[in-house]
């Protein structure tokens, strides 16, 4: 078997308690020598991610995608994407498009081998019915015929055991004729439910008897009219897992109470010949919490919904559309999903560590370019008017062989505002009247003053240059200053519109314990500037990632770009800004 705890210093073991039961079961041979249907033999892993499309997926689906599918692919095994629409009512076909696009972004597929493992939970709805008959006919289910209030009393507390529904022991004849006309349409919404037969005083709620199936007049997204009852989710989970033959069913802590009526349906329907053993078991992890973010989904519809953010794709919102118009690369996810581990106690996860792992992932590959984003002006005046010179860097500091970029410079120059002080702080390197700075891969040039307004505003900032100061010449050696600037030429500058994203919220736990997350907004989320680029970013293509120098990393706008005319969006400023 692979061991893939690798440990080394650029990856520290990272925890992962599945691995050790994964380990353990396949030492074991637990799930070996499996076969399907069709005799072919089964993978000792198999996983699922089972959303339901009712909703964008958002960061804390990430770790469970990452999870499954990674565990999967450790092992040798398979996973499945499954849709979870057992529940007519909120899903629709738009959600299951966007979770196969974003599962397939986050780098992973279902193939395995030549098989395609995409399902979908209603495509389970007759073997499901037909489970529920044998349930009713061997005495382990009945209908039901209180009203939802009776139910509800009846049900009991913590510590007060609920009472048997009157309708409990009806014959299973009685309720599997009843269960017939439920399904042929013969009642209203609630009129009749169909619950387990377990056990009204057990101390877990759960198992009190459980609804199994109920009655729901609408309209389903794949089944169209054809159901008019529509089982429970946690009657159609285990059975789903057992059907697709899953191992590890991973879900998260909540369901941990749920677990004991996921084992005895698997129980019953194996007694009843539907499965054989092993079983698939369920194992629990804890959520994504991530601080200055939300990730509950009528949150996150609310704030689409009422135009607090530009869509779910917005590149504050932590939807996996969102993160990846922002500039997020699937590897910064992946990384991000491996380093913070699966535990089973609940924590906070802090959002420095997901910029961080986009730091990591795009310093390595972005190529670096020159961006002025608050721009004024810079006048050389004893450039040659006419004299334009090539300056070059390179494309990415740590691998000459990517090349060089090049770009010109000329008397004319665009430089950050905040690059320049008239009357400097104390410690401040840069342009101030007397200082000299480097012209980042340029010349060497003295401020000697600058312009103003009428109402005092510095317009333009002048200096003087020394010829024989050129980066990459021999004279440059002979200068030694402690500024350095970046700049862009004002004749070969391309404009730009950038968007300078930050946290979308001020409060590192926006929606803890029902506060108003509202509330917690950070005004300068999104800040758009129009900046002047170096001109090779003209031909940057929608989703292409750069460092700007000395700010941070953008990437072209996916939906806005057009050709030679390319959005920026901030990903991430180059050192974390937030800590206190
Ligand atoms: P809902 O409240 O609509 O059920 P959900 O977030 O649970 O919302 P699902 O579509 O049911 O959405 O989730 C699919 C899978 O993603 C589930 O297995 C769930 O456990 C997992 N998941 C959802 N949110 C998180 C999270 N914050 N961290 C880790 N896993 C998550
Ligand atoms: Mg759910």
Redesign the pocket.
């Known amino acids: 078997m692979s061991n893939d705890n690798k440990t080394d210093a650029a990856s520290p073991a990272t925890s992962n308690f599945l691995r050790g039961i994964i380990e353990a079961d396949s030492a074991t041979g637990k799930y070996a020598g499996r076969t399907d249907v069709n005799g072919h033999a089964l993978p000792q892993v198999v996983t699922r991610?089972?959303?339901?499309?009712?909703?964008y997926?958002?960061?804390?689906?990430a770790?469970?995608?990452c999870?499954n599918f990674g565990l999967a692919r450790d092992y040798g095994g398979r996973c499945h994407l499954r849709f979870?629409d057992t529940n007519p009512a909120k899903e629709d076909q738009e959600y299951v498009d966007t979770i196969i696009d974003s599962v397939q972004w986050l780098g992973f597929d279902w193939q395995h081998g030549s098989e395609s493992h995409l399902y979908y939970a209603s495509d389970y709805f007759d073997q499901l019915y037909a489970m529920a008959e044998y349930l009713v006919t061997a005495g382990h289910a009945y209908v039901d015929s209180q009203s939802a209030e009776e139910m509800t009393a009846n049900r009991g507390n913590f510590g007060e055991p609920g009472k048997d529904s009157p309708y409990r022991n009806r014959p299973a004849a009685e309720s599997l004729a009843l269960l017939r006309r439920m399904k042929a349409g013969e009642f209203n919404d609630g009129a009749h439910i169909l619950r387990a037969k377990i056990d009204m005083a057990s101390p877990n709620m759960n198992m009190r008897d459980p609804a199994i199936y109920r009655i729901r007049h609408a309209h389903h997204h794949r089944t169209g009219d054809k159901w008019c009852i529509y089982p429970m989710y946690d009657y159609a989970h285990p059975i789903e897992d057992a059907i697709e033959h899953v191992t590890h069913s991973?879900?998260?802590l909540e369901?941990q109470d749920h677990r004991p009526f996921y084992d005895w349906i698997l129980e019953r329907l194996t007694e009843g010949g539907y499965f054989k053993k092993p079983l698939p078991h369920q194992y629990e992890?804890?959520?994504?919490?991530l601080t200055y973010a939300i990730?509950?989904?009528?949150k996150l519809l609310q704030l689409v919904e009422e135009n607090v953010v530009d869509g779910w794709d917005d590149p504050r919102m932590p939807t996996i559309v969102g993160i990846r118009r922002r500039g997020y690369t699937p590897e910064s996810i992946q990384l991000f999903a491996e380093r913070i581990g699966v535990t089973k106690a609940d924590s906070w996860i802090d959002m420095s560590t997901l910029e961080g792992c986009l730091r990591e992932d795009l310093d390595a590959k972005a190529p670096r370019a020159t961006a002025v984003l608050k721009p004024l002006k810079l006048i050389i005046d004893n450039f040659p008017d006419d004299l334009i010179a090539e300056c070059s860097a390179p494309v990415h500091p740590h691998h000459p062989e990517r090349g060089v970029r090049t770009f010109p410079i000329s008397k004319e120059l665009w430089i950050e505002a905040d690059d320049f002080m008239e009357v400097p702080s104390k410690g401040y390197f840069r342009l101030y009247p007397g200082n000299k700075v480097r012209l980042r891969y340029g010349y060497v040039v003295e401020c000697t003053g600058c312009d103003k307004d009428g109402d005092g505003n510095v317009i333009a900032v002048r200096c003087a240059y020394f010829a024989d100061s050129k980066s990459g010449t021999e004279g440059s050696a002979n200068y030694k200053v402690k500024g350095n600037i970046h700049w862009v030429s004002v004749a070969h500058a391309l404009e730009a519109e950038v968007r300078l994203y930050d946290r979308l919220f001020t409060d590192p736990n926006p929606d803890a314990g029902g506060k108003d997350f509202k509330l917690a907004l950070n005004p300068d989320s999104k800040e758009v500037v129009t900046a002047y680029l170096e001109q090779g970013l003209a031909k940057a293509l929608p989703d292409d990632k750069f460092q700007f120098e000395r700010h941070g990393y953008f990437v072209a706008d996916r939906v806005d770009s057009k050709v030679g005319k390319p959005v920026f969006n901030r990903a991430v400023t180059l050192k974390d800004g937030w800590i206190k």
């Open positions: 991610f089972p959303p339901e499309p009712n909703g997926l958002h960061i804390g689906h770790k469970s995608i999870l979870d991973l879900c998260t369901f992890f804890a959520r994504l919490n990730t509950s989904k009528r």
